[in-house]
């Protein structure tokens, strides 16, 4: 069964820093992994979708990667702002199965 | 674009009433999925469908059901409401089934007293 972790639950960091989120998944035959951000009271919007056959995704100044054999992607954010700050979820999609398995996310705060 | 749209946004429900949460979406996307979100939790998916007429249970099924009778409408029915099923609902879709990412709704938070 496959499970998805998200270390760390919380975190704070000062406006401009460079910052890494990351999400681990048990069984490596996922089908792709995708990057949610969720603000208070909201619903997730998509930041990244990656396909298996990836190793990497960017978006501005966003950039994911996907490491299937180490069961692990990560979430990439240069010279934070804050209107970053928001809960982080990471879900991946197992090889024929029509449901997201969820992390329990990162709450991200970029202090001013 | 309207995208994925939720509707109440918030409820009150007393223990044993039942009531049906709304979810539309204009994108024409075949697949359609309810989740739950719990307070300091991932999502879990509760039903989905893969086109009108087609419906099938998620992880968490018990004590709801769906219908969907159009591409565009998948409606969630809560019978005999229970305190376990205080969260916030969530409605996404997506165009295909594994290539495409998906869009959510802005969610429903249901609390049951």
């Known amino acids: 069964k496959q499970e998805v972790t998200q270390i760390p639950a919380a975190l704070s960091v000062p406006e401009g820093e460079n910052l890494v989120l990351n999400c681990s998944f048990t069984?490596?035959?996922?089908?792709?992994l995708q990057w949610f951000r969720q603000d208070p009271g909201k619903g997730l919007t998509s930041l990244l979708l990656?396909?298996?056959?990836?190793r990497e995704q960017t978006s501005g100044r966003l950039n994911a990667s996907l490491d299937k054999s180490s069961g692990r992607s990560t979430l990439y954010i240069a010279a934070s702002q804050p209107g970053d700050s928001a809960t982080y979820l990471c879900?991946?999609?197992?090889?024929?199965?029509?449901?997201?398995?969820f992390g329990s996310g990162t709450r991200l705060l970029v202090r001013p | 674009n309207a995208g994925v749209t939720q509707t109440p946004k918030f409820r009150i429900l007393k223990i044993g009433q039942s009531m049906t949460l709304q979810c539309t979406q204009d994108?024409?996307?075949?697949?359609m999925y309810w989740y739950r979100q719990d307070p300091g939790m991932g999502l879990k998916l509760i039903y989905y469908?893969?086109?009108?007429?087609?419906?099938d249970k998620g992880e968490v099924p018990n004590g709801y059901n769906v219908s969907r009778s159009t591409t565009e409408d998948f409606p969630l029915r809560l019978e005999l409401a229970a305190p376990s099923q205080t969260s916030v609902y969530f409605c996404?879709?997506?165009?295909?089934?594994?290539?495409?990412?998906?869009?959510f709704g802005s969610g429903t938070r249901l609390t049951v007293v």
């Open positions: 994108m024409n996307h075949n697949y």
């Open positions: 990656i396909q298996s056959s990836q």
């Open positions: 996404a879709s997506s165009y295909g089934h594994l290539d495409y990412g998906y869009t």
């Open positions: 069984d490596s035959a996922i089908y792709n």
């Open positions: 469908s893969v086109g009108a007429g087609i419906t």
């Open positions: 879900a991946s999609r197992m090889d024929s199965s029509y449901k997201l398995i």
